[in-house]
């Protein structure tokens, strides 16, 4: 009797499960910086805070439960976190920032003017952005479509 083992896992799923670990943290370390800040002034909705927090939690337990069924082979797995994160995690990533720019906004005031909680924010925000686009490059090289067609 021959004993079939799992194909091991390719670099490049590898380096795409680490690369959206790193994407979720930063996702996390975001989530705290906007919350301390909004706790700070007087007009602080702490319920709608505490909404946008259960809101979160789900969807990085949901985007973490499916990277655990992506770094096993499972195609729907890709398919979920390449349109969920590709597309609309990205999309949601950068339309702050546009929608402040279209408003008319110096970015060079900005810069200017930062501070550290706008700093933390700005710097979680960009190494999310290119942790998620950099993973989902890496799901779809040559090597990983092999993994996922042989699952």
Request: proline letters at 4%; hydrophobic letters at 55%; a positive charge.
């Given at each position: 009797?021959?004993?079939?083992?799992?194909?091991?896992?390719?670099?490049?799923?590898?380096?795409?499960?680490?690369?959206?670990?790193?994407?979720?943290?930063?996702?996390v370390?975001?989530?705290?910086?906007?919350?301390?800040?909004?706790?700070?002034?007087?007009?602080?909705d702490?319920?709608?805070?505490?909404?946008?927090?259960?809101?979160?939690?789900?969807?990085?337990?949901?985007?973490?439960?499916?990277?655990?069924?992506?770094?096993s082979?499972r195609?729907?797995a890709?398919?979920?976190?390449?349109?969920?994160?590709?597309v609309?995690?990205?999309?949601?990533?950068v339309?702050?920032?546009?929608?402040?720019?279209?408003?008319?906004?110096?970015?060079?005031?900005?810069?200017?003017?930062?501070?550290?909680?706008?700093?933390?924010?700005?710097?979680?925000?960009?190494?999310?952005?290119?942790?998620?686009?950099?993973?989902?490059?890496?799901?779809f090289?040559?090597?990983?479509?092999?993994?996922?067609?042989?699952?």
């Amino acid at each position: 009797m021959t004993t079939r083992t799992a194909p091991s896992v390719p670099q490049a799923i590898e380096r795409a499960y680490w690369l959206l670990g790193l994407a979720l943290f930063a996702g996390v370390v975001e989530a705290i910086a906007h919350t301390s800040t909004a706790l700070e002034g007087p007009d602080a909705d702490v319920g709608s805070l505490a909404g946008q927090l259960a809101v979160r939690v789900v969807v990085y337990g949901a985007v973490l439960f499916v990277m655990t069924r992506f770094r096993s082979g499972r195609a729907w797995a890709r398919n979920t976190l390449a349109i969920g994160l590709g597309v609309f995690g990205v999309a949601s990533l950068v339309m702050e920032p546009l929608a402040w720019l279209s408003a008319g906004n110096d970015p060079m005031s900005a810069v200017a003017g930062l501070t550290l909680d706008a700093a933390v924010i700005a710097t979680a925000r960009l190494t999310h952005l290119v942790a998620v686009i950099a993973a989902v490059a890496l799901m779809f090289r040559p090597e990983a479509n092999r993994y996922f067609t042989r699952r």
